[in-house]
């Protein structure tokens, strides 16, 4: 993988591990090596994590505890919640390797419930836990330009923000444990609606015989701007749906958000529509296609 050219922030050499290497976890922690940090990774498929050792001349682990024994921080980003709780609990799983005091920063886009009772058995043992989901694709992994966004202790956050700064443009603590998951809900929430708007714009355009890259040259200088509009508009209307993030993530993502809402009692019937959209184009065989693929249901 080639590694885009980033200014590191300067902070204190860590033994570090890292947890999952997928395509966002893979440039994650090649951002931690490269800013000078001592990194050991496990992955399930050992040779990606003898991929990962070649490439940037870290360390690798047959398991999570062995990968955390003597770090500082493990940082993890693994599927979902049963992921989460392999790496983390059980005889080979990193808490049982971790030191005392050490700090275990998730970035798994995972329940805020997982998250709490991490962070209650991580205390529990004498360790500091952070909820961290993150923003930004597999580009902003690549580029070292997250948006992160943390739930737990503020020591712990404080202690753990100089050092996720080498993948991030912005590490922010929002709240206690499970804080971080909330606000990843959110964010989800927001960008279920803005994709199912321009996916509808789009094959409004079209069938009105615009030319729909004109009208979003256009209309993307005024207030219907978005990330969404800039980044993914043309390539909607080019028919190409192969970047960073999968229907299949979103779905898992809005099954969180859903039912998060079911015991918070938040009213969510926009998005709640558009995860049965997503559901659309999973059986159209759009699993992996990026989720502005949306529009395809439109065409």
């Not at 980033?6 to 290497?21: D, M, R, T, W």
């Not at 922690?29 to 800013?35: D, K, S």
């Not at 490439?55 to 993890?76: L, Q």
Request: net charge neutral; glycine share 12%; aromatic share 8%.
């Amino acid at each position: 993988m080639t590694m885009p050219t980033k200014n590191y922030e300067p902070s204190i050499s860590c033994k570090v591990a890292f947890l999952g290497l997928g395509v966002m976890g893979y440039p994650m922690a090649g951002h931690l090596a490269l800013a000078g940090h001592d990194v050991t990774v496990y992955n399930r498929s050992a040779p990606k994590a003898q991929g990962w050792r070649d490439e940037f001349k870290g360390a690798s682990a047959a398991t999570p505890r062995e990968a955390a024994a003597g770090a500082d921080m493990v940082f993890c980003c693994v599927g979902n919640d049963d992921d989460l709780r392999s790496v983390t609990l059980g005889a080979n799983g990193a808490f049982a390797g971790m030191k005392p005091g050490a700090i275990f920063v998730d970035h798994t886009t995972a329940s805020a419930t997982v998250a709490r009772e991490l962070y209650s058995a991580a205390k529990a043992i004498g360790l500091q836990f952070i909820d961290a989901p993150v923003s930004g694709g597999q580009a902003g992994a690549e580029n070292g330009a997250l948006t992160v966004m943390c739930g737990g202790d503020a020591a712990a956050f404080d202690a753990a923000r100089p050092v996720g700064m080498a993948f991030s443009k912005a590490f922010t603590l929002m709240g206690e444990a499970g804080a971080g998951q909330l606000t990843k809900m959110v964010n989800q929430i927001c960008i279920a609606g803005l994709v199912q708007g321009l996916s509808e714009a789009v094959a409004f355009g079209q069938k009105a015989g615009l030319d729909v890259n004109q009208v979003l040259e256009v209309i993307g200088k005024g207030a219907a701007q978005s990330w969404q509009l800039d980044n993914r508009g043309k390539t909607m209307v080019a028919d190409k749906f192969d970047f960073g993030f999968a229907v299949d993530w979103m779905r898992k993502d809005l099954g969180l958000v859903l039912d998060e809402a079911k015991r918070n009692g938040a009213r969510l019937p926009v998005t709640a529509l558009v995860d049965q959209f997503y559901a659309d184009v999973q059986a159209m065989g759009g699993q992996r296609w990026d989720t502005s693929s949306l529009v395809k249901r439109l065409k």
